[in-house]
């Protein structure tokens, strides 16, 4: 596991449809967070997750969005009954924990998501 | 909320010269900043940190400036380079998550 593992890179859905974005953290990160990058915008916090705990959520969008990063697998970002406005390249990172804090995270490449 | 903020969305500087890089920020409970760079279709990569009871760090061409009683710090780059050419993103972070600005977009000419 070079790095931080995000699939898929592209992903085109119509609007109504489910999307599923998969992050798989450096070996030895328990720590993941997802981001989004909207087009000319920064990068917003979504979600800090550790292995079956949600740690943060206050940058979730409260209706349709939801994450998960369980025991085994990969961290799971799901968006149901997208729309267009969710376009946007969502970027995980991961950490190793609290104690790194000095370094900061390791991002993946990023899902770039579009919604036709 | 804007914790952290990039008010220039752009900077282009002549290769050789200095490029300095700017950031504020509002929360002062952030103990960590970071600076992060991006080229386009990948994902951020740590360039370097400063921790809140320093006011200086320096690593090769890069150096951070943190001014904490104006909440402000900077990134300095010399000598330029056309390979820095990049969208750099200014992050702070507490006990938890990361926050990050909306970017500076640096091009090096050549």
């Known amino acids: 596991n070079a790095g931080v593992m995000q699939n898929p890179r592209h992903l085109v859905r119509r609007r109504g449809q489910e999307a599923r974005l998969r992050c798989s953290p450096m070996k030895g990160h328990s720590h993941v967070y997802w981001y989004r990058q909207l087009p000319e915008e920064g990068l917003k916090f979504m979600v ?61 490449s990023g899902t770039r998501l579009t919604v036709v | 909320d804007q914790q952290v903020k ?11 010269r200095i490029s300095i890089l700017n950031c504020d920020y509002t929360n002062s409970m952030f103990d960590y900043f970071l600076w992060y760079k991006k080229y386009p279709a990948e ?18 061409r890069f150096t951070v400036f943190l001014n904490k009683s104006a909440k402000h710090l900077s990134l300095h780059i010399v000598p330029s380079q056309p390979g820095d050419s990049a969208v750099y993103f200014c992050a702070a972070r507490t006990t938890g998550d990361m926050r990050f600005g909306a970017g500076t977009r640096l091009t090096v000419k050549p």
């Open chain 1, 48 to 108: 800090y997750l550790q292995k079956e705990n949600i740690i943060d959520e206050s940058g979730m969008p409260k209706e349709r969005f939801s994450a998960e990063f369980p025991k085994e697998g990969p961290s799971i970002l799901r968006i149901q009954q997208v729309v267009r406005g969710d376009s946007a390249a969502y970027f995980c990172a991961s950490s190793p924990g609290q104690g790194a804090r000095s370094y900061g995270y390791t991002f993946g």
């Open chain 2, 6 to 16: 990039q008010n220039s969305p752009s900077l282009s500087v002549q290769e050789g």
């Open chain 2, 43 to 60: 994902g951020p990569t740590f360039l370097i940190s400063i921790s809140s009871i320093k006011d200086k760090n320096e690593d090769g």
